[in-house]
């Protein structure tokens, strides 16, 4: 529920910030005609995830075990590629989002209202469509659908609160180092949906080595145990884990926890003073 709860923040958050820049940017250059176009590119990219979501939830209910356990699979690499994307991404353009939004609602007026529509529906829409992957991703890896629904829907009212809080002057937040902490986080819960999605492929068939166990602490870290509920929750953690659900989250976990460190904390050269100028003689 943690885990889900931070994944509907952080991209709550980024969906409430891009819309409540593009709204104000409107109303700052007197284009308040626009609004009914933008929020209806908004109604429709929500709409567009809440289906997406319902898709992933009921559609592969009528297929066989193995279909099952192949697309859950196959999906939640998917969604671990599209998260580490994000992380790197939102961590990159922090900075000057906002200047990038206006200039693309910029061309977006010129074209018309429907472009405005348009482009308010890709920008939301592509945040609602990595939520659903994400947490549908989470939610089959902790097998339960209640919890991590819970905790996105917290996640995304609290995001527009503080989006909310931002827009009128009342709170300050500092972006760069609100999606670099979360980031951070994020990575970890990434390395935990891709072990289960190996896990799953494992499952149907797809990948080898189901039954050869890296280690197996379920006598020490019960899975119906609060402890071993909340590492599942968070991280995603299997007490009995395989050599290849070991490999992959290894291999992804180390080189892009370093990557993402040394590009997010890593030491900016300071810029090269200038030379002083010699005093000027009369």
Request: charged share 10%; proline share 4%.
């Amino acid at each position: 529920m943690v885990a889900n709860f931070l994944i509907g923040l952080r991209e709550g958050l980024e969906a409430a910030l891009v819309v409540s820049i593009l709204v104000a940017y409107l109303v700052k250059t007197g284009r308040r005609d626009l609004l009914p176009a933008l929020w209806a590119g908004v109604g429709v990219a929500i709409a567009l995830s809440l289906a997406f979501g319902a898709l992933l939830t009921f559609g592969p209910q009528g297929l066989s075990f193995e279909a099952q356990e192949a697309i859950g699979g196959s999906l939640s690499i998917v969604a671990v590629g599209l998260i580490t994307w994000m992380i790197f991404w939102m961590a990159k353009t922090a900075r000057h989002l906002k200047a990038d939004l206006q200039h693309k609602l910029d061309d977006a007026i010129a074209a018309g209202r429907k472009a405005v529509a348009v482009m308010a529906l890709l920008a939301v829409g592509r945040e609602g469509l990595e939520t659903a992957l994400f947490l549908w991703a989470g939610a089959k890896a902790t097998s339960s659908t209640t919890k991590p629904l819970i905790g996105a829907a917290l996640g995304i009212a609290t995001a527009v609160v503080l989006a909310w809080l931002m827009y009128r002057g009342a709170v300050r937040l500092n972006l760069r180092v609100f999606f670099a902490w979360t980031g951070l986080f994020l990575v970890f819960v990434a390395a935990g949906v891709l072990s289960y999605g190996v896990h799953d492929l494992q499952e149907a068939g797809i990948l080898p080595g189901l039954n050869n166990l890296a280690f197996d602490v379920s006598s020490t870290i019960p899975p119906s145990s609060w402890y071993g509920t909340l590492l599942k929750g968070i991280f995603n953690f299997t007490p009995a884990t395989t050599w290849l659900q070991l490999v992959a989250y290894v291999a992804y976990l180390v080189p892009v926890l370093l990557i993402f460190v040394r590009t997010t904390w890593g030491r900016h050269t300071p810029a090269p003073a200038a030379p002083a100028q010699a005093p000027a003689t009369v």
